[in-house]
């Protein structure tokens, strides 16, 4: 591996294979490029040693017929056109769409097993909620803008006008949020609210803030979204496990890493 040419450059200058691992590892990136690689390796295995990942040719054919219709590709010509811009031919495309089944497959079977005990164990972090906010830099500033709220005043005529959170040009609005993210004292308030209640004033690094509950999306297996979130997540960790199990040795220009 240590003078073979990897990259050529301007028709002469070469790095070698070793060279690249070498600038790699230089700038910190070769632990997640070698991740990269033994995650690819596990995968394929995988995939080769199971025969219940095998898929069937129809369920090929019917990714394609989706592909082309998503792609708008029902020509003959256009689709064509499309794989040469994707550097595939036939083939290759139905090998990816073969693998992308297969790894999907393997998603779920993990998920039959695994998935309702891991969903129950990160359902805090799964579960979701839509929040406005008012931040600013004086609890009895807060007070008096729950009063003005409470008056009838626009919560966000008021988040424009005193937040000092970047969100203020949104109204305040701070977004789909993930329950899990939020500070204790702010989930244990937004846990006994409902949607419209306003919550606060609360103490934030930055001062105080009131919190208007737009929506609370709890997290369901029901729901396709978080499904597919958990069938990521539990391959990740599959995958975490089986490298934690191989004796693993790199060669970079004749060094062991």
């Known amino acids: 591996m240590g003078s073979q040419p990897f990259i050529t450059i301007d028709n002469s200058q070469q790095i070698s294979l070793a060279q690249a691992f070498q600038y790699l590892q230089a700038a910190g990136r070769l632990d997640g490029f070698l991740g990269d690689i033994l995650r690819q390796y596990l995968l394929e295995r995988e995939l080769l040693q199971r025969t219940d990942l095998a898929i069937a040719p129809l369920l090929i054919e019917a990714a394609i017929a989706n592909l082309r219709q998503e792609h708008d590709l029902m020509d003959g010509d256009r689709f064509a056109a499309w794989l040469a811009s994707q550097e595939l031919d036939d083939a290759e495309l139905r090998q990816r769409l073969r693998r992308d089944l297969q790894i999907q497959r393997l998603k779920e079977t993990l998920a039959e097993t695994k998935g309702q005990e891991y969903f129950i164990d990160r359902k805090l972090a799964l579960d979701r909620v839509v929040l406005s906010r008012i931040e600013v830099g004086d609890r009895d500033l807060a007070e008096e803008l729950q009063q003005q709220i409470a008056d009838g005043s626009r919560f966000e005529q008021l988040a424009q006008d005193y937040s000092m959170a970047g969100d203020r040009i949104f109204n305040g609005m701070m977004g789909l949020i993930s329950r899990g993210s939020l500070p204790d ?33 709890p997290a369901s297996l029901d729901d396709s979204d978080v499904l597919q979130t958990v069938q990521d997540e539990l391959l990740d960790q599959w995958l975490l496990d089986k490298l934690q199990g191989l004796n693993i040795e790199v060669q970079v220009g004749g060094n062991e890493e």
Do not use: H, N, S, Y
């Open 185 to 217: 004292l702010v989930r244990a308030a937004i846990d006994v609210a409902a949607p419209g209640d306003i919550v606060g004033p609360l103490a934030t690094e930055q001062g105080w803030a009131l919190f208007r509950i737009e929506q609370i999306l």
